[in-house]
């Protein structure tokens, strides 16, 4: 599907995407730590996207809405 330029630009760059993926996600199946918790109540009050408060975290946004959730809060 895509022009044999944009195949190479694809190729020699898929580490680097995936090194920015997996920063993004660090976090992911660790255990929530109270500091984090209390960050993300902090960011959602203060009326954060919850896309930004994963970026922020290093988790992905359903984990972001399921901890919400789990502390009481409705998103």
Do not use: M
């Amino acid at each position: 599907v895509y022009n044999r330029e944009a195949q190479h630009f694809i190729i020699d760059n898929l580490d680097a995407a995936l090194d920015t993926y997996r920063a993004k996600t660090e976090n992911q199946g660790q255990p929530w730590a109270p500091e984090h918790d209390r960050c993300l109540l902090d960011l959602h009050q203060k009326g954060v996207p919850v896309s930004e408060i994963a970026i922020t975290l290093k988790r992905n946004s359903g984990a972001v809405r399921s901890r919400l959730k789990k502390l009481g809060i409705t998103v």
